[in-house]
């Protein structure tokens, strides 16, 4: 699994922007990525996820922001602001932006401050 260390005023996060991210699987190898070095702050370029994320339907994010609470880990995804999404995800936003454990941002700066308050 491809993902890059970051550290900013000695804090550390996992970026993941360089795979694709379709499956169970792949968010277990991202969580596995997480304890492996002692880091549990993530951001999740949005351009790496698969569209099976974006269609609630299949459940993908649901089981993956699932899986990230169980394990303690904080996960900001970034989204383009030009990316169509449905009401339902943008619904599941506004829920995930109230509580401290998610956020979705459009910059990465923006998630960097919050991630590493």
């Given at each position: 699994m491809k993902y890059r260390l970051?550290?900013?005023?000695d804090k550390s996060y996992i970026m993941c922007d360089e795979i694709k991210i379709c499956s169970e699987q792949d968010i277990l190898d991202i969580i596995s990525?997480?304890?492996?070095?002692?880091i549990y702050s993530l951001i999740i370029d949005g351009n790496?996820?698969?569209?099976?994320f974006y269609d609630l339907k299949t459940k993908l994010l649901g089981m993956a922001l699932q899986k990230f609470i169980i394990y303690n880990i904080k996960v900001v995804f970034i989204i383009e602001k030009e990316r169509t999404i449905s009401d339902r995800f943008k619904e599941l936003v506004l829920e995930i932006n109230k509580g401290d454990n998610f956020r979705v941002f459009y910059s990465v700066e923006d998630a960097e401050k919050w991630l590493l308050r």
């Open positions: 970051i550290t900013k005023n990525a997480c304890f492996g070095n002692k790496t996820l698969s569209e099976d």
